[in-house]
């Protein structure tokens, strides 16, 4: 359905966060202003303003799910857990991982072991593993 959302992003609207857990606010949060993060004040519009938000909100929440367990998680559960709470496309969250995987903050092994370069790469089944090294911040 997002999919959809983004393809047609002059008919919808969403109220919510662009990361995860878009239901989350508890009171006033300088993040939803619409000021502060240069979007309409009708909200979330699936423009290419949100389309960035999502990509960078998404690349501070990813890594918290899969440094939460030490063999990770793969793309498919991750995907699967956490897309009802998020605007973002499966194709946003490659985006992000990938920028993860630039950074060197996440690394994507497939079945076979073969470790992906890109996000165009990750399949369901990929595991999103912490790299060997972390980074002191995230």
Request: hydrophobic share 40%.
């Amino acid at each position: 359905m997002t999919d959809v959302h983004w393809e047609n992003n002059n008919y919808f609207i969403h109220y919510g966060g662009a990361g995860l857990d878009m239901f989350q606010m508890v009171g006033y949060n300088p993040d939803h202003d619409s000021a502060h993060r240069r979007q309409s004040i009708l909200g979330f519009e699936f423009d290419d303003v949100a389309r960035k938000l999502s990509i960078l909100a998404l690349a501070e929440h990813i890594p918290r799910r899969v440094y939460a367990n030490d063999e990770g998680i793969s793309f498919g559960e991750l995907f699967a857990t956490t897309c009802n709470d998020s605007p973002a496309s499966a194709n946003i969250y490659r985006e992000s991982i990938g920028k993860l995987l630039e950074e060197k903050v996440i690394e994507v092994v497939g079945v076979d072991g073969a470790k992906r370069r890109s996000a165009i790469q990750i399949k369901a089944s990929d595991q999103l593993i912490s790299p060997p090294q972390r980074q002191l911040f995230i």
